[in-house]
């Protein structure tokens, strides 16, 4: 597996993607992942309040941290706005085009971050130059010290666990 730097700037949020399936059909695509600190779900609608409420008030920091650096999400948008961007995310993980996962506090089950799979853009999904994935992670302004955790659990994560031949997500400090 090669890891790459993150060099795309397009956030996961706004990324059109291809109608192919990401991974192959045979692939059970997890359903989350559970840590000390923090558990993945997939993102959907029935966290529309919460995920709002975590990213509007950390844009900065979301801004601020790699992957996320010269792109122009997040923005702000309405909470309706929000949710038809969830609903986008979870089709999108319902046809296997991308996979978004909400990052829950183990503590109190609040939305603390989140973390997109996606293919690269550009990049056709089983093309002739494997299968590569770019991801991009965020936590809450009041949780900064999740980021490399979060970073490192799901980057472990991603190679234990999913098929992909390379991965860029971009290295935290």
């Known amino acids: 597996m090669t890891l790459l730097p993150s060099s795309a700037r397009v956030p996961a949020t706004i990324r059109r993607v291809s109608d192919e399936p ?8 997890p359903g ?11 993102l959907g609608p029935q966290h529309n309040v919460s995920d709002y409420a975590a990213w509007t008030a950390s844009i900065d920091h979301i801004r601020a941290t790699p992957g996320f650096d010269g792109s122009d999400w997040p923005h702000q948008m309405s909470l309706d706005d929000n949710r038809r961007d969830l ?17 829950l506090s ?4 609040d939305v603390i971050g989140c973390v997109y799979i996606y293919p690269p853009r550009g990049h056709k999904p089983g093309g002739t130059d494997g299968r590569r994935a ?7 302004a009041d949780r900064p010290a999740l980021d490399p955790v979060l970073h490192d ?3 472990a994560w991603l190679e234990r666990d999913w098929p992909f031949d390379s991965i860029e997500y971009a ?3």
């Open 22 to 29: 990401f991974v192959p059909e045979d692939f059970t695509v």
């Open 32 to 42: 989350g992942l559970t840590a000390d600190e923090f558990r993945l779900t997939p």
């Open 87 to 103: 609903e986008r995310h979870a089709q999108d993980f319902a046809g296997r085009r991308g996979f978004t996962y909400t990052v």
């Open 106 to 109: 183990t503590d109190d089950g």
């Open 134 to 140: 770019t991801v991009r992670s965020w936590v809450r």
């Open 153 to 155: 659990a799901v980057l």
């Open 171 to 173: 290295p935290r400090a």
